[in-house]
């Protein structure tokens, strides 16, 4: 069954680039019934869709973080990744990818989630 | 101020039924289905009901979700200790083009 598994930096620096990338196993990430997704949850607070991503690079992302998110798939490797730019404290969270399988179904399976702390 | 609107805590004790309620509005849950997912403590969020009211394969049917206008609800019967969770609603919003939450609801079992 599909695994996901995210990884990168747990610590960033104000004003500088979140990077995380999501590697998907168990499973194929090329199909057109479904996007990849990143959410984001800060501690004790809820769930915030970032956005997600087609494997044929088609993109939808929250209208509250567009300017600053971009998020790109490498299929070749089974991974996909978010970028966050100009940080600040207010983006310290775990954030967690997940499959997208659109209007009927939702996000399934998600990944564990990592902890991102934005601070100098 | 989550675009869904869920209470933040509810409670009951084993045995008994529960409800949470979602609402939302004509661009989201007037016009696409809802999700739902339940995030035990310290875990990710897992499916819970999708399309409105259905569940995925492994989910006890205590759990059902229903949809009408612009609200929804999840009903969990036959309480359990091990539901204790936090429940979120979801759905595509049509006007933002993307997936909206709501503030989610802290079901504790007392």
């Known amino acids: 069954q599909v695994q996901l598994q995210e990884s990168g930096p747990g610590l960033v620096k104000p004003s500088q680039t979140l990077s995380l990338t999501c590697t998907v196993s168990?499973?194929?990430?090329?199909?057109?019934?479904?996007?990849w997704s990143w959410i984001r949850q800060p501690a004790g607070k809820g769930l915030e869709w970032i956005g997600h991503i087609s494997t044929s690079g088609s993109t939808n992302y929250n209208p509250s973080l567009r300017s600053r998110v971009t998020i790109s798939v490498d299929t070749s490797k089974k991974q996909f990744s978010l970028k966050l730019s100009s940080v600040t404290a207010a983006d310290t969270a775990v954030y967690y990818c997940?499959?997208?399988?659109?209007?009927?179904?939702?996000?399934?399976?998600w990944g564990q989630g990592t902890l991102v702390t934005v601070s100098s | 101020q989550s675009v869904l609107t869920q209470p933040p805590s509810a409670s009951g004790t084993p045995g008994q039924r529960v409800t949470i309620s979602c609402s939302g509005s004509?661009?989201?849950?007037?016009?696409?289905?809802v999700n739902w997912y339940q995030q035990l403590p310290g875990t990710a969020p897992k499916l819970l009901i999708y399309s409105n009211n259905q569940r995925p394969s492994g989910v006890p049917d205590r759990f059902s979700g229903s949809k009408s206008g612009t609200s929804a609800s999840l009903a969990i019967s036959g309480l359990q200790t091990e539901d204790e969770a936090d429940y979120y609603c979801a759905a595509w919003d049509d006007s933002l083009n993307g997936w909206v939450f709501g503030g989610g609801t802290r079901l504790t079992v007392l």
């Open positions: 004509s661009s989201n849950i007037g016009t696409n289905t």
């Open positions: 997940a499959r997208d399988w659109g209007y009927i179904a939702g996000f399934d399976p």
């Open positions: 168990g499973g194929s990430i090329s199909s057109d019934s479904f996007y």
